[in-house]
Nanobody, 124 residues
């Protein structure tokens, strides 16, 4: 079973930036799409960004132009660069791996492996 470990969260002022990292251990990485989700207190977990095995990227409308997802297959890692942060971006951020190889998905149920999450808090 693949294990995903996020890092890079923290407290930042509105307008600031953070870079989240997610390292995958065990299992194949390069042929799987990866995604980032977030969950704010009292809200459902929501899609943020995804990157396919061919590096195609997708973003939620709320983060488009501010967040950038990338991957480094040599390091079995996926990253999320957060810029121009807003208070509404405060949430626990999770990385996730698609259930199936050679696919890119954005639905919650399409991801089969999840990290433990990293807290991002944006102060206004």
């Amino acid at each position: 079973q693949v294990q995903l470990a996020e890092s890079g969260g923290g407290l930042v002022q509105a307008g600031g930036s953070l870079r989240l990292s997610c390292a995958a251990s065990v299992g194949t990485f390069s042929t799987y799409g990866m995604g980032w989700f977030r969950q704010a207190p009292g809200k459902e977990r929501e899609f943020v960004a995804a990157i396919g095995w061919r590096y195609t990227t997708y973003y939620a409308d709320s983060v488009k132009g501010r967040f950038t997802i990338s991957r480094d297959n040599a390091r079995n890692s996926v990253y999320l660069q957060l810029t121009s942060l807003k208070a509404d971006d405060t949430a626990v951020y999770y990385c996730a791996k698609n259930r199936n190889a050679y696919s890119v998905a954005r639905g919650l149920m399409d991801f089969g492996s999840w990290g433990q999450g990293t807290q991002v808090t944006v102060s206004s």
